[in-house]
């Protein structure tokens, strides 16, 4: 079974950025679409934004012209830039399969301080 691995996250204060890493163990072509979800205190984990293998993409309305999420399919890796942080961005943020779940992995936390 395919691994996904989180990294890149940490702690920013509001209005910076980071890059989110998601790396497969293995090939990810077999993923049609790739997604980033999050889960803050207290809260359900919800949906961030997806990108199909060739290219399309969706967000969450709080998200757009904020955030933009792209694949490298040699690499087997997945990407999100977080640009434009506010504090209701910080959870801790999950990379997964949009159309069969994997196990969830360890997530990478975004902490933004105002």
């Known amino acids: 079974q395919v691994q996904l691995v989180e990294s890149g996250g940490g702690s920013v204060q509001a209005g910076g950025s980071l890059l989110l890493s998601c790396v497969a163990s293995?090939?990810?072509?077999?993923?049609?679409?790739l997604g980033w979800y999050r889960q803050a205190p207290g809260k359900q984990r919800e949906f961030v934004a997806s990108?199909?293998?060739?290219?399309?993409?969706k967000y969450e309305d709080s998200v757009k012209g904020r955030f933009t999420i792209f694949r490298d399919n040699p690499k087997n890796s997945m990407y999100l830039q977080m640009n434009s942080l506010k504090p209701e961005d910080t959870a801790v943020y999950y990379c997964?399969?949009?159309?069969?779940?994997?196990?969830w992995g360890p997530g990478t936390q975004v902490t933004v301080s105002s």
């Open positions: 997964n399969d949009i159309d069969r779940s994997l196990p």
């Open positions: 293995g090939s990810i072509f077999d993923f049609a679409t």
């Open positions: 990108v199909h293998r060739m290219g399309t993409t």
